[in-house]
């Protein structure tokens, strides 16, 4: 007989790991002196329930077909944007059910989108909790149950079916390795672009956040201007740049570490991107010289750079009003 226990214990697991991230924002609330329990008692609601998942589900013998694989990527996704949604639910902004999961949803699945009309007043904790949503959004909330999918004895890389890029090739025998290599690599690009962010000019809790952000190509900021708040050009580049490198896929990082020290020249999806990268920028420069936009060379090429970095990889940062660059832009 055919059950779904896999799912549901492997959904329980997710939902304690995003109890646990919300943590994080509650030290936030101390250290900001907010002055409630938000997300203690939201992380507490969600390992409860993990917890439970975990325990009605456990069994001698854990195993997932493709059926039930698709299953647990369908609800992973719904169940941390559900339980995602309760800080924002508790929070003192008085969010409906249906804004906070839209939130929730929006940030999960890096969409970027936002009902938040001022950011700049938005307690910090609530900023940070959407960069993090973004962040675990941007490795794929899946790609943390592969790690613990071997020792269930579970053919873990059909997930990479639906997650990945490189849908048919079989990288490495042992999953986990696949995982913590991936995983790995995200946690020290955004390490690196905090704190790049931090030396030039961002607060800790700014860089932090937008570190997070960036490398997800997420795009939500904790200012109502974007990263055109700082009004800084060096934080711009590094924006630019860590956004083209969160938007490499993974596994080309993944077989670099394997020894294929060529990928990032030899990949076509790689190479397709940069070349893309490259005529938008020349197109939208040559466009902003022909329309006397008033800006020194230097400035016209920073900002078309940018701006389109930021589009095409769908990360939303802006720096400029798009509307005075007329319609063609």
Known sequence: MTTNKTVFFLIGILLVVLG????APYLTQFIYKENNHTFISAAFVTIFIGVLF???NLGSELKLNLRQTFLFSTLAWLMVAIFGSLPFLLSPKEFTFSDAFFESMSGITTTGATIITDIDNSPKSILLWRAILQWLGGIGIVVMAITILPLLKVGGMQLFKMEGPDSTEKILPRTIEVATIIISTYLILTFFCGTFYWLFGMSIFDSIAHAMTTIATGG??????????FKSSNIEIVASVFIVLGSIPFISYLKFVQGNKKIFFKDIQIKGLIYLILISVFIMFIYLVFINYES???DK???SSFNV????SGTGYVTDDFGLWGNFS
């Open 301 to 303: 090429i920073r900002i």
């Open 309 to 312: 970095i930021s589009i095409l």
């Open 20 to 23: 646990i991230a919300m943590l």
């Open 296 to 298: 020194t060379v230097f």
């Open 54 to 56: 975990i325990l009605s």
């Open 220 to 229: 939500f900021a904790t200012h109502n201007e974007s990263i055109g708040f």
